[in-house]
């Protein structure tokens, strides 16, 4: 599950610290190379009460994706998507078909529940501005033991740049998967005929999403 999945799913209203936590494992894989959150090291007895919420919020995170990664709507969807990109030749353009057909079921969920909910895409953003600094450096020290400055400038440019709100573009949404692979180190910046190859599986890919959302 991808950000807005994981908020529309187990948010919970006014509780803005456990609401930035339902998102925080995904963001300190992203802002932090290497490093990952791992509950069974947390010593969350002793956290204060805004980083025990964030706590509680990542280890809601990791329970849903256990769910999720086991869920019908996971399993025939990305196999759905996987065989559409095969049909369309799209490993001419993007290597490794099978890990787009994985992260555009996780990218497209969001998209298509944003456009079904957009009113809690603010929220959303609301509960990450409202997250305490102190808060996150109690959450990240007991997490992660760093004090490191790349997450706290991450995480304001994740939130002044509200590019979940572009999901809905698709030159953005393609853009946004070249990224992901990029991190993943698969690849370097695609070419025009890699994201309009992308691109114009899109509108089939997000009609597959639709038509599993039964099964989520």
């Keep these: 599950m991808n950000f807005f999945a994981h908020f529309l799913t187990d ?76 049909e369309h030749n799209l490993g001419q353009h993007i290597p490794r078909v099978w890990l787009a057909a994985h992260l555009v079921l996780e990218l497209m969920l969001d998209r298509v529940l944003m456009k079904q909910h957009p009113e809690l895409l603010d929220l959303f953003y609301e509960s990450l501005e409202n997250t305490a600094t102190p808060a996150l450096e109690s959450f990240l020290h007991a997490s992660l033991d760093v004090h490191d400055p790349l997450f706290y400038e991450r995480w304001g440019r994740f939130i002044e740049l509200k590019y979940l709100y572009h999901y809905t573009d698709n030159d953005a949404f393609t853009y946004s998967l070249m990224r992901i692979y990029m991190r993943a180190g698969v690849s370097g910046e695609w070419n025009l005929a890699a994201r309009n190859a992308m691109n114009e599986l899109i509108p089939a890919s997000e009609v597959c999403i639709f038509e599993n959302l039964k099964h989520l």
């Design 11 to 86: 948010h919970e209203q006014a509780r803005h610290h456990f609401n930035a936590g339902l998102v925080m494992p995904d963001l300190i894989r992203n802002f932090l190379p290497g490093k990952r959150f791992r509950a069974e090291k947390v010593l969350h007895e002793q956290l204060d009460t805004g980083a025990k919420e964030l706590f509680l919020g990542s280890c809601r995170h990791l329970e849903r994706d256990k769910m999720f990664h086991q869920s019908v709507f996971f399993e025939q969807g990305e196999s759905q998507l996987r065989n559409l990109f095969h």
